[in-house]
């Protein structure tokens, strides 16, 4: 089945993105003036819809895109650009909790939930800290896999925008996102397992 035609506002951030990898600097303040709301939303929703008294969305957004601009990749469309601030969000995030948790000296670790009731899954509730380290297991397993399930939760992709930034069928996203589901379902109701 082929990719639909991306959408007019697609094209425009493909192209902006072009733009300024090509050096133009003015082409960065439209990209994000036409993406900020859409990069902010995804902000909150990796908050959980609210903001902590120690990380606001827009914090968090402003050290994932500082993290991006420091790594230029090479982006290939609006859904790799999306999954790339995307995984720069987890990565502030990560970096946060681990600070939080230095701070209070082996103190409790910083709560965040992540619900996969979207799709019909009962809620799983997570520390990041432990969801990190089970997603860098995760990627030393079944690298794919891994970046299947960052890209769906992380990333907010859809699973066609997925198979194109990976360049794979979307049958091949269906089975690595049923594996990467179950297994990381398994690791996470099992406290027994070594993490």
């Known amino acids: 089945m082929p ?12 192209a902006l993105l072009q ?3 090509q050096g133009d600097a003015q082409a960065f303040s439209r990209l994000l003036g036409s993406v900020y709301d859409d990069l902010r939303r995804m902000a909150l929703s990796r908050l959980r819809g609210g903001e902590t008294p120690s990380l606001a969305a827009d914090d968090l957004l402003n050290e994932a895109l500082l993290k991006l601009m420091q790594a230029a990749p090479d982006w290939q469309n609006r859904a790799h ?12 995030l990560v970096d946060h909790a681990r600070a939080r948790q230095a701070d209070k000296r082996g103190g409790g670790w910083q ?7 979207e799709v019909g899954e009962e809620e799983m509730a997570a520390d ?18 891994a970046e299947v399930l960052q890209l769906t939760y992380f990333a907010g992709l859809e ?37």
């Open 3 to 14: 990719v639909p035609e991306p959408s007019p506002p697609t094209r425009q951030v493909t």
């Open 19 to 21: 733009a300024w990898q």
């Open 81 to 92: 650009f999306f999954a790339c601030v995307s995984l720069a969000m987890r990565s502030v």
């Open 111 to 117: 709560r965040v939930t992540y619900t996969l009731s």
């Open 128 to 145: 990041l800290l432990t969801l990190d380290a089970l997603l860098h297991q995760l990627q030393a397993l079944d690298p794919r896999a």
């Open 159 to 195: 699973r066609a925008e997925i198979a194109t930034v990976l360049d794979v069928s979307v049958a091949t996203i269906d089975r690595e996102l049923r594996f990467a589901r179950a297994w990381l379902a398994e690791r996470l109701s099992r406290p027994d397992l070594e993490r």
